[in-house]
């Protein structure tokens, strides 16, 4: 049974994600800076879902930022205290942007910006009491730009040695882009909502998760990748719990977790690219990676209680989730404007 091996432009790939993922991580706890899971998962996110990198990526990773620190601002300040009309305002906000994932052309954008929005308004929403929401923005919008800059340095440093051909995106029609707007977009506020019911603050993890499987855009896929996530998010957390026994109380040497972070990365990402570089086992290994080091390590802290939290609450956050598809899958299959093409 042969093993399927990197070729030339995934063993390039591959290096980027990891040194990429592991100078931002590195420079934001050099300088102390919040949210470092902006800093470590954006890079991976950039450098894993996309393999190549032009003006028209950069432009869509730039707005999807420009898009998400704007709502924000303007919703969560406006409307915190009236949180149905916080609702509506960010079911159409998700809508729009599964839009742009479901037509294609603009599918990072979306993609980015869903899980950026997705974590801002989880946080911003736990900024009352004299909190300001600006040190929230602020880092997003620093790691943004810190992404495209190792981005590109990424690229110049590990360039592909032949030329990749482009991925044509299939035509879809309009009942099936219909079908998946409304899904993930009525899943994803529902998931929002959920968090900001039973108060989860600790659990930015279990969100992004709930997100992330919608990037499938629909139940049959779902499934799918809801087990992949559920996989890699099993397998992430055990290696990061061994990563820890490596760490032991040394979390302070800045050294030791960049380059436990960039092993890791590096081999996982091989399983992410051999897969045809879209979210499955291998991506959700890396994630989880880089949430649980980015936001849960630090001198003085360890990655044993977030580790163990994180797997059983995205488990619980993925089951959800699924059972939330599989209805509204079924709702929208009874219309004939909302009939997605893979209806039995």
């Known amino acids: 049974m042969s093993v399927l091996q990197l070729d030339g432009n995934g063993l390039r790939q591959a290096l980027r994600i990891a040194t990429g993922s592991a100078l931002g991580f590195s420079l934001a706890k050099l300088m102390n800076w919040p949210n470092g899971i902006f800093f470590t998962v954006y890079p991976m996110l950039l450098l894993g879902l996309v393999p190549v990198l032009n003006m028209h990526i950069i432009r869509q990773f730039y707005a999807g930022a420009v898009f998400s620190a704007l709502f924000v601002l303007v919703v969560q300040g406006l409307f915190a205290h009236l949180p149905v009309v916080m609702t509506m305002m960010s079911f159409m906000a998700f809508a729009f942007l599964f839009y742009q994932m479901s037509r294609g052309a603009n599918f990072l954008f979306g993609a980015t910006t869903v899980v950026s929005l997705s974590i801002q308004l989880h946080f911003s929403t736990y900024t009352g009491g004299g909190v300001s929401i600006y040190p929230l923005i602020i880092s997003n919008a620093v790691a ?41 977009s009525t899943v994803a506020t529902l998931s929002f909502v959920v968090f900001q019911v039973f108060d989860l603050q600790d659990s930015i993890s279990a969100q992004a998760a709930s997100v992330l499987i919608l990037f499938s855009l629909c139940w049959k896929a779902a499934g799918m990748a809801a087990w992949q996530r559920a996989i890699g998010t099993l397998i992430g957390c055990n290696l990061a719990l061994v990563a820890q026994l490596f760490l032991y109380n040394h979390t302070d040497i800045l050294i030791f977790p960049a380059l436990i972070l960039w092993i890791l990365t590096f081999i996982f990402s091989r399983y992410h690219i051999i897969g045809g570089g879209i979210p499955g086992v291998g991506f959700g290994i890396i994630t989880t990676f880089g949430i649980l080091f980015g936001q849960s390590l630090g001198p003085g802290q360890d990655l044993v209680y977030s580790a163990l939290y994180r797997f059983s609450s995205v488990s619980v956050a993925i089951l959800l989730s699924l059972c939330a598809v599989y209805i509204m899958h079924h709702i929208l299959n009874r219309f004939a404007m909302t009939r997605h093409h893979t209806f039995d």
């Open 144 to 184: 943004v730009v810190v992404t495209v800059l190792f981005s590109m340095l990424m690229h110049g440093l590990f360039p592909d040695v032949a030329p990749r051909q482009g991925r044509v995106m299939p035509e879809k029609a309009k009942e099936s882009v219909r079908h998946e707007v409304l899904l993930c």
